[in-house]
């Protein structure tokens, strides 16, 4: 059987599968299945409990609801399965609006819900319910933010429980290869993206990172079982967030269930997966949360798709977790990890009799090891106003490969070897005062000591030893500071100032960054933004450290003093409610970006804006430029009626400045991205306890812009030749895929399963991600993004 219709077999099995399933709940016993939703309501500046705020259900007859207790904690039993709508009322604060949210049998409901104190509003001014998705979680952010939570993640087509993925569908957001999960923000380099974890930064979480400097990879280590409610931002992000270019993804770890125990185990052809969660004290309100997942592509190969080109199957497995402990009087404590490990390669075969061409024999090897651990302390202080917030973390990243050569006789010569070993100890303290519901301030200081240890070395076939690339092992330093202040005032207006500084001990090189923002409600559910604000980011470690053999045989260091990359974000923004579920926002912005490390070569084109990942191999300085602009437009509808959709589009122009003094277009100028996302719920069975789900992703993205292969010329050659004096002028064809998720979920009386199937690419279009030369056909050959892929998995929760 052909691997298309071997493909075609399993498909068509498994939707039987759900069509069979979803009938046969008409024939099976049912009764009204209900379940428990329970959590915190407290003040979204101080954080302290909020003591008799009303939760109430509007979607049950007659309603349900529950007041919250002297710790700001509620509980409301007996809830009917299905979708509801939460309100959340406190006297002297803004109404909150929790739609849509799913209740099944299995898992109770906890939530943490934040509300926003009122100030006298003008008559002129009219504030309506708040809806949670609204406004960033952050209370000092301005524009440029999206909330997402746990199951807008599992929702969406093709996004795998991935939090990166996810992202692609936010206007302005998008994939480069479209297989792997690197966020490309507003045509800029996905290295530019800080991500921060409970609070504090965190090395690249991703399965498979694309090298030395890189913040994506094939699959994200953390998903979407584990996280709450978090935050991601495009531009001008508030003074809190440094160390980051492009973008911020905020994510926040959820607590487990203080008052059960409750797991979850899921198999699938990505992975194996178990959640397991509870009390370590139901009294004290302590809880524990541990997730594990092992991979099981292996599957996908039996199938007949293979993922990647290579013949050894990438193997990954990771682990989270996070431990919270509430104390009288000390504040609360959590205790918080993610960790992954990831490999993959290719085998030359055993069979020499196969080996046609010189890459026939080659052997490559490559294992990725992420770690970070981190304990946080809140302490929220006797007047209810002020909260300090302490993080302490450890990280670890270690990437290494090898490349080999075999002989006939099957004995390997290394060609190539590289282990690079990033450690970072980190402290972020953050002090919190809200004086008044007018005015909050805010200040934090975060301490940043990395650690390395590089070793990479490469074979010279002309002197017949190996050259070192990399030697260098020690630690160096990053000192962070920030102070914010928000002020609303009767007119609707909000103001959010700050001030961040970052200065990179290794060279002392430093940098000064004001941040601004305001907000205006203006008539009825009309807002107006606006955000500008200073950026700066580190380059790689491995960058400082290049190094350059000089005549006497000694070796410098020629890129120690590079400093910090700038970039100087504007944005304006536009959102109103057509109508109570339908949100509309456009949102335009100017991104100006100096002091970038490029080539120290009058006529080099090379600039860091374009680098994904990897080791740089030449002198830099920082006299390189760049710009991006853009427009965006976002139009939502809620989930309510059973329905959903999401429709973005960006249209953008992303260039840079080359050393020869030239313009170009930037590797990731794309020009324009459209996303339309949608779904529908239907409730089945006897008492409509089950619900069944169809989800469909639609992506329409300019193609990836490339360096010309030089055909003559790597015909003489016998090796790809590029023209780079035609460089990212001319892009792939456009990238278009589809991806459609099904799903059925059956409600049992103390436990549930859901059934999932996705599918990548579900015409199997042919995207080209770039063309390649071919030495042995002498042709110019097309290299192609994934193809169409499904996957399918089993949960259970109980």
């Known amino acids: 059987m052909s691997a298309e219709k071997n493909v075609k077999y399993h498909i068509i099995h498994i939707i039987k599968?759900?069509?069979?399933?979803?009938?046969?709940?008409?024939?099976?016993?049912?009764?009204?299945?209900?379940?428990?939703?329970?959590?915190?309501?407290?003040d979204k500046d101080s954080k302290f409990p909020l003591i008799g705020a009303n939760v109430i259900i509007t979607t049950t007859n007659p309603p349900l609801g529950s007041p919250t207790d002297e710790k700001g904690n509620f509980s409301i039993k007996n809830v009917p399965v299905g979708r509801h709508t939460l309100k959340i009322t406190y006297l002297g604060y803004e109404e909150q609006i929790i739609p849509a949210l799913m209740v099944g049998t299995g898992k109770e409901i906890v939530l943490n819900i934040e509300l926003q104190e009122a100030i006298l509003i003008s008559k002129e001014v009219t504030v309506t319910a708040k809806r949670e998705k609204q406004e960033a979680i952050n209370t000092m952010a301005s524009v440029s933010s999206k909330t997402f939570n746990i199951e807008e993640t599992q929702r969406y087509a093709g996004g795998f429980n991935d939090l990166s993925r996810m992202t692609e569908s936010f206007a302005g957001v998008a994939s480069f290869t479209g297989e792997g999960n690197e966020i490309v923000i507003r045509g800029n380099s996905p290295r530019g993206l800080l991500w921060r974890v409970e609070g504090i930064e965190v090395a690249n979480p991703n399965h498979f990172p694309r090298g030395n400097g890189s913040s994506g990879g094939g699959m994200s280590l953390i998903t979407s079982d584990i996280i709450t409610n978090s935050d991601f931002f495009t531009g001008a992000f508030p003074a809190e967030y440094g160390n980051a270019l492009s973008g911020v993804f905020d994510i926040n770890l959820r607590k487990g269930n203080a008052g059960k125990r409750e797991y979850a185990v899921q198999v699938g052809l990505l992975g194996t997966e178990a959640t397991a969660e509870g009390p370590v004290n139901r009294k004290a309100q302590s809880s524990y949360l541990i997730y594990y997942r092992y991979s099981t592509l292996k599957l996908l190969s039996l199938m007949g798709i293979n993922l990647v080109e290579n013949s050894v199957i990438p193997e990954f497995q990771d682990l989270s977790f996070k431990l919270h402990f509430p104390t009288n009087k000390a504040g609360t404590f959590s205790l918080f990890g993610i960790g992954g490990i990831s490999s993959a390669g290719e085998n030359a075969g055993n069979d020499t009799t196969k080996w046609i061409y010189p890459n026939d024999r080659l052997e490559e090897y490559e294992l990725h090891k992420m770690g970070a651990i981190g304990i946080k302390h809140l302490y929220n202080f006797q007047n209810n106003n002020t909260y300090i917030k302490t993080i302490l973390s450890s990280n670890i990243e270690n990437n290494s490969a090898v490349s080999d050569s075999l002989n006939t006789a099957l004995s390997r010569y290394k060609l190539y070897e590289e282990n690079f070993l990033f450690s970072s100890y980190r402290c972020n303290t953050l002090l919190n005062h809200k004086i008044n519901k007018k005015n909050t301030v805010r200040g934090g200081l975060i301490y940043n000591l990395l650690g390395f240890d590089m070793f990479a070395e490469i074979y010279n076939y002309n002197l017949q030893n190996y050259d070192k690339l990399f030697t260098n092992n020690g630690n160096t330093a990053l000192l962070q500071g920030y102070i914010q202040w928000k002020y609303r005032t009767v007119a609707g207006m909000e103001f959010n100032t700050g001030l961040h500084y970052m200065q990179f001990l290794l060279n002392n090189n430093y940098s000064v960054e004001p941040r601004f923002g305001v907000r205006w409600r203006l008539n009825g559910n009309h807002a107006l933004s606006f955000?500008?604000?200073?950026?700066?980011?580190?380059?790689?470690?491995?960058?400082?450290?290049?190094?350059?053999?000089?005549?006497?045989?000694?070796?410098?260091?020629?890129?120690?003093?590079?400093?910090?990359?700038?970039?100087?974000h504007n944005v304006i923004n536009y959102e109103t409610s057509l109508t109570k579920n339908i949100h509309l926002k456009a949102e335009a912005y100017y991104q100006y970006l100096f002091n970038v490390p490029v080539e120290d070569d009058s006529t080099s084109r090379y600039s860091t804006l374009n680098y994904r990942g990897g080791l740089n191999d030449c002198v830099l300085n920082n006299n390189g430029k760049g710009y991006n602009y853009g427009l965006e437009i976002t139009l939502e509808k809620y989930f309510s009626q059973n329905y959903y959709f999401l429709f973005t589009s960006s249209l953008f122009d992303s260039k840079y400045k080359a050393p020869d003094g030239k313009i170009y277009n930037t590797f990731y100028n794309s020009n324009y991205i459209f996303n339309l996302v949608g779904g529908k719920e239907f409730r089945i069975g006897k008492n409509k306890n089950n619900i069944a789900g169809i989800n469909v992703k639609i992506l329409w993205k300019g193609g990836n812009r490339m360096i010309p292969v030089a055909l003559d010329s790597s015909i003489a050659a016998g090796r790809e030749i590029l023209d780079e004096t035609s460089i990212y002028e001319n892009k792939t064809p456009d990238f278009i895929r589809m991806d459609i998720g099904l799903s059925f979920r059956r409600n049992q009386a103390a436990w549930a399963w859901i059934l999932s199937m996705d599918f990548q690419n579900i015409f199997n279009r042919k995207n080209v991600f770039t063309y390649r030369y071919n030495n042995d056909t002498k042709t110019i050959e097309p290299v192609l993004a994934l193809p169409f892929i499904p996957i399918a998995s089993l949960r259970l929760e109980f």
């Open 17 to 42: 599968l759900i069509i069979i399933l979803s009938f046969c709940v008409y024939s099976t016993f049912s009764q009204n299945y209900t379940q428990t939703i329970k959590g915190t309501v407290t």
């Open 531 to 568: 955000g500008s604000g200073l950026h700066s980011r580190l380059e790689a470690i491995s960058f400082y450290y290049f190094e350059k053999n000089q005549p006497d045989g000694s070796v410098s260091f020629p890129n120690k003093n590079v400093g910090l990359a700038k970039a100087l």
